[in-house]
């Protein structure tokens, strides 16, 4: 296991990662302002959307998200090193707002809180076993590459976590580019995508890491389009969310379907675009994708974004449902 330099400074006491509650204020998002009934996206089915506002300066910035097996409660981690725990509130299935609203201190390996940018930059959050919140959960940082794993506890997922053993030419990653999307499979693999890295042919780098080690992977680049989450589905296909943004157009998103036949070491990932939205639908900086199974065989997915921690962007949960095949 390697374990890349973490200094702190010698005053820093470890800290009680206790949650705090938040006020959260939620208002409805309509994707197509212009036909509010619209509900067919692509491939997806547009249930319904918010938008999150909070005073707290800590708010924001969420880029990894993971959603309960029944639906009911979302777990997400920011930027700068927080959790973010919620009961989701739902009038006549459709997502209305957020309650019971809770943020806390992401924890290091020594048990304090993450507060520098370098070492909390979290981008993305997967669960050991899917739709368990309480952990093990695992977490992706950008700038000093690594992931931790937070297993249950006193704590619960607050607890003191321990260092995963990555692929060692992670080190080489793009400061602000290294592994934005990541997931389990139920075979025990973790898929992990780079944002920012590409090889000589312009794909983004990636891995399939298991038990016996890691073999490199590859997603087909599209456009400016950048990883930024995984989920697989029950039949083995892999869903990716991709963000892009340009000066011109604004922000962008699409959702990627890879067959799961496709995804062997050494491959390069691609597959058919199962929606693609642009800043005309009122989306900002799509990051974080969670995803469950409803009754009747649909997904149901949770979108949400990344605002960066500015006044000119939003906090948009989006909720859309993925018909059965």
Not at 3 to 21: D, H, S, T
Not at 100 to 122: F, H, M, Y
Request: charged residues 20%; glycine residues 12%.
């Amino acid at each position: 296991m390697w374990l890349l330099g973490i200094c702190f400074p010698l005053w820093l006491a470890p800290v009680v990662a206790n949650a705090e509650p938040l006020n959260v204020k939620s208002s409805a998002h309509y994707l197509n302002p212009e036909d509010i009934k619209q509900t067919e996206f692509g491939k997806l089915i547009y249930v319904s959307g918010i938008v999150l506002k909070s005073d707290n300066a800590a708010f924001g910035g969420y880029s990894g998200l993971l959603v309960s097996a029944d639906g009911q409660r979302l777990l997400a981690v920011s930027d700068k090193g927080h959790w973010l725990s919620a009961e989701l509130i739902f009038k006549d299935g459709k997502l209305s707002g957020i309650s019971g609203v809770e943020i806390s201190p992401l924890l290091d390996e020594a048990g304090r809180s993450l507060v520098q940018k370098g070492n909390a930059d979290s981008e993305s959050l997967t669960a050991e076993r899917p739709g368990d919140l309480l952990g093990p959960v695992y977490v992706s940082f950008e700038r000093n590459h690594r992931v931790l794993r937070y297993g249950p506890g006193k704590s619960g997922i607050y607890a003191k976590p321990e260092l995963v053993t990555m692929p060692p030419m992670l080190r080489n990653a793009p400061s602000n580019g290294g592994i934005e999307a990541f997931e389990w499979r139920k075979d025990g693999t973790m898929i992990a995508l780079t944002e920012q890295w590409l090889d000589d042919a312009g794909n983004h780098i990636g891995w399939m890491i298991g038990q016996s080690g890691s073999e490199e992977i590859r997603l087909r680049t599209q456009g400016r389009f950048h990883p930024t989450d995984l989920e697989f589905l029950p039949n083995g296909d892999l869903l990716i969310l991709e963000r892009r943004f340009t000066l011109a157009g604004g922000p962008g998103m699409q959702i990627r379907r890879v067959a799961a036949a496709t995804i062997q070491p050494g491959a390069i990932l691609d597959g058919e675009v199962l929606i693609n939205l642009t800043a005309k639908y009122g989306i900002d900086n799509m990051e974080g994708l969670a995803a469950r199974q409803n009754a009747t065989g649909g997904t149901e997915l949770l979108i949400i974004s990344d605002d960066n921690f500015s006044r000119l962007q939003k906090t948009v949960l989006l909720q859309f449902l993925l018909p059965p095949d």
